[in-house]
C-alpha cells in the first residue's frame, strides 16, 4: 500500500516526477492524483499523462495532456504550454500515425516559443522538428541547433538525446564513424548519470540499435547492451518504445540471438497496436525475416501480406519469393525497391546481393556480374567488416557459377568477415557454400567445413539450412544423424508456443490473436503438434502441455 505524506500539490507533484524518473507509473499515477484532488493543477495533469504513457495507455495520456495543454494557456504558463504542445506533436506524430495532427501541434509550439524565452523549449523544439524533417541537411542542422540550446541552457537531456539523434541520422547518410562516435558519447552519459529523464535515456538506446542495425554493427550493440541492461535495472526502464523494439529485434536477429528478436519483435508488433500507427510493419516485416531464417516460411507469408513494398519488407519478400521459385517476382519486388533508394547507399547492400542470387538463379551470369560492380561501387571507401563480406560473399557466388576456382578464397573471405561482424547464419552459409565448391577436389576438407556450417545451423535451429548441409555431408559420404528428434523436443519453437497455449485452454482464435498469425495457420500448427506426438485431439494436447509441465521455465 503507498501511503503518500505530501501535503502540498507542489510536493505531491515532485514526488510524481520522482515515481516517473525510476519508472514507477503507479507511484507517480497516486502522486499526481492526490495533487489534482486539492484542486485543478496542470502540472499534475501533465504528469499523470506520463504515467499513462508508462502504462501504455496511450489515448488517455494524448487526452490528460491536450487538458493540460488548455489549463497552462489559461494560467498563463508559456514554457509549459510549449511543452505539453510539443509532446502532442510528438505523441500523434509518431504514436499514432496522424502528421496532419502532429504538425498542427508542432506548429503551436513554435509560435508559443517567445513565451518560452527563458527556457530550452527551443531546442525541444528543434529536435521534435528533426525528427520528422526528410532533407537529411535540414534534419542534422535541426539537431545541431538542438545541441546548442541544450548546452547552452544547461538542458543535458535535451544536449545528449539530439546528440544521438544527430549520430544515427549520420549512420543512416552513410557516414558511420562520425555517427557512431556521436551515439557512443551519449550512451556514456546515460551511464555517467548526466542523463536524467527516463525517456530520454530509453530513446537514446532507440538511436543506438537504429544505427546498429543499419550499418550490421552487432559488435557495438552487444557491448551497449551489457551496459544497458544494468542502467535498466538500475532505472526501472519499461518496455513502451515499439520503435526500440523493432531495431532491437532486427539487430538480436542478425546476432543469432532468435528467442530474444522474436520476444522483442513479438512486443513490438503489440505497442504499434496500441498506438494505432503504421510503422508497424517495420516489425512485422523483422519477424518475417527471423521466420524466413527459421525455415517457418508459411508464416513469414502471413506476416508480409498486405505490407507495402518498401525496404524493410523487400527483402524477406524477395527471399520467400525466390525460396518459392517465384524468380521474376523476385526480380521485380528488388528492383522496384532500389529504384527508390538513393543509388550510392549502403543501403542498398543487403538488396543488391539477392538480385545477384535472382540472376544466377536463372543462369543470367552477364546481370549477375553488372549487380555485383554495382554492389562493389557503392560500397567503395567503407570498410565495414559486413560490407567487406558481403563483396566477397556474392563475388564468390559469381567465381563458383562459372566454375572459377577463385571461388574457394572469397568464400573463405566472407566466412572469416561475417564470423568477425558477428553474423553467425551468414557465417555459417558462406562456409556451406565454401564446402559446395571444395567437394570435388577437396571432399575432406569440405565435410570439416559443410560439417561446422550444420553444427551452426543445429544451434540456431535454422531449418532452412539444415537439410542442405546434411545433404552436403552425405553426398561427400558422412553419416549425419537425424536432425529430427521426438517429444517435445521434436516440434519447432512456434509449435512449442501453440501447445502452452492449448495447455492454457485457448482457442484457435484465441492462439492466432495471441501470436499474430492466422486461424488457418493455428489449424496447421496444432495439426502438426497431434501428428508429431501422437496425440488424437486438441483436449489431449492439452493434457500432455499440462503433464509436461509446459511453459513452466
Request: glycine letters at 8%; hydrophobic letters at 45%.
Amino acid at each position: 500500500m503507498i501511503i503518500i505524506v505530501a501535503t502540498s500539490a507542489n510536493d505531491l507533484i515532485a514526488d510524481g516526477r520522482a515515481a516517473l524518473r525510476v519508472g514507477d507509473a503507479a507511484t507517480a499515477r497516486t502522486s499526481f492524483e492526490a495533487a489534482l484532488a486539492l484542486g485543478p493543477n496542470s502540472a499534475a495533469l501533465e504528469g499523470l499523462g506520463f504515467a499513462d504513457y508508462l502504462a501504455m495507455d496511450f489515448d488517455e495520456a494524448i487526452d490528460l495532456w491536450q487538458q493540460s495543454y488548455a489549463g497552462y494557456r489559461a494560467d498563463g504558463n508559456g514554457a509549459g504550454a510549449v511543452r505539453v504542445a510539443r509532446m502532442l506533436g510528438y505523441m500523434y506524430g509518431i504514436v499514432v500515425g496522424d502528421w496532419a495532427i502532429g504538425s498542427g501541434w508542432i506548429a503551436r509550439a513554435q509560435h508559443l516559443l517567445d513565451l518560452a524565452v527563458h527556457s530550452s523549449e527551443k531546442g525541444w523544439i528543434a529536435l521534435t522538428l528533426g525528427m520528422f524533417e526528410r532533407d537529411r541537411s535540414m534534419k542534422h542542422r535541426r539537431f545541431e541547433e538542438a545541441i546548442e540550446v541544450g548546452t547552452a541552457t544547461q538542458d543535458d537531456d535535451l544536449a545528449f538525446a539530439a546528440l544521438a539523434y544527430l549520430g544515427a541520422s549520420l549512420v543512416h547518410a552513410d557516414r558511420v564513424e562520425e555517427g557512431m562516435v556521436r551515439l557512443d558519447e551519449s550512451l556514456a552519459a546515460v551511464v555517467g548519470g548526466e542523463v536524467d529523464d527516463l525517456f530520454v535515456i530509453e530513446e537514446i538506446f532507440c538511436q543506438m540499435f537504429s544505427a546498429c542495425e543499419r550499418a550490421h554493427d552487432v559488435a557495438r550493440a552487444e557491448q551497449w547492451l551489457r551496459v544497458g541492461e544494468a542502467v535498466a535495472a538500475q532505472r526501472n526502464l519499461p518496455a513502451v518504445v515499439a520503435y526500440c523494439h523493432t531495431h532491437f529485434g532486427g539487430v538480436m536477429t542478425a546476432a543469432g540471438r532468435w528467442p530474444e528478436a522474436d520476444a522483442a519483435l513479438t512486443d513490438g508488433i503489440r505497442l504499434w497496436a496500441l498506438g494505432r500507427r503504421a510503422l508497424k510493419a517495420g516489425a512485422l516485416a523483422r519477424l518475417a525475416d527471423l521466420r524466413i531464417r527459421q525455415g517457418r516460411l508459411e508464416e513469414a507469408e502471413q506476416l508480409l501480406d498486405g505490407l507495402s513494398l518498401d525496404e524493410d519488407c523487400a527483402r524477406p519478400l524477395a527471399t520467400l519469393l525466390l525460396g518459392q521459385g517465384q524468380v521474376q517476382r523476385a526480380r521485380e519486388v528488388l528492383e522496384r525497391t532500389l529504384g527508390r533508394i538513393e543509388p550510392t547507399s549502403t543501403s542498398t547492400v543487403p538488396l543488391l546481393a539477392l538480385l545477384v542470387d535472382v540472376h544466377l538463379a536463372t543462369g543470367n551470369v552477364d546481370q549477375a556480374e553488372q549487380t555485383v560492380a554495382t554492389l562493389e561501387a557503392c560500397t567503395a571507401g567503407h570498410d565495414a567488416l559486413y560490407l567487406t563480406a558481403v563483396r566477397a560473399f556474392t563475388r564468390g557466388r559469381l567465381a563458383a557459377a562459372s566454375g572459377d576456382p577463385a571461388a574457394r578464397g572469397w568464400f573463405r573471405v566472407a566466412v572469416d568477415g561475417y564470423a568477425d561482424a558477428q553474423l553467425p547464419l551468414e557465417s555459417a552459409y558462406s562456409q556451406l557454400e565454401l564446402a559446395e565448391v571444395l567437394a570435388n577436389d577437396l571432399p575432406d576438407v569440405a565435410r570439416a567445413e559443410a560439417k561446422a556450417a550444420l553444427d551452426c545451423f543445429l544451434r540456431l535451429q535454422a531449418t532452412r539450412y539444415i537439410d542442405s548441409a546434411a545433404a552436403l555431408l552425405r553426398s561427400l559420404g558422412l553419416r549425419v544423424a537425424p536432425t529430427r528428434t521426438v517429444g517435445v523436443a521434436a516440434l519447432t519453437s512456434r509449435e512449442t508456443e501453440v501447445l502452452e497455449l492449448l495447455g492454457h485452454g485457448l482457442s484457435n482464435p484465441e492462439i492466432a490473436e495471441r501470436l499474430f498469425i492466422s486461424r488457418k495457420t493455428v489449424e496447421h500448427h496444432v495439426a502438426n503438434v497431434l501428428s508429431k506426438l501422437g496425440l488424437r485431439s486438441r483436449s489431449e494436447a492439452a493434457a500432455y502441455a499440462v503433464r509436461t509441465n509446459l511453459g513452466a521455465k
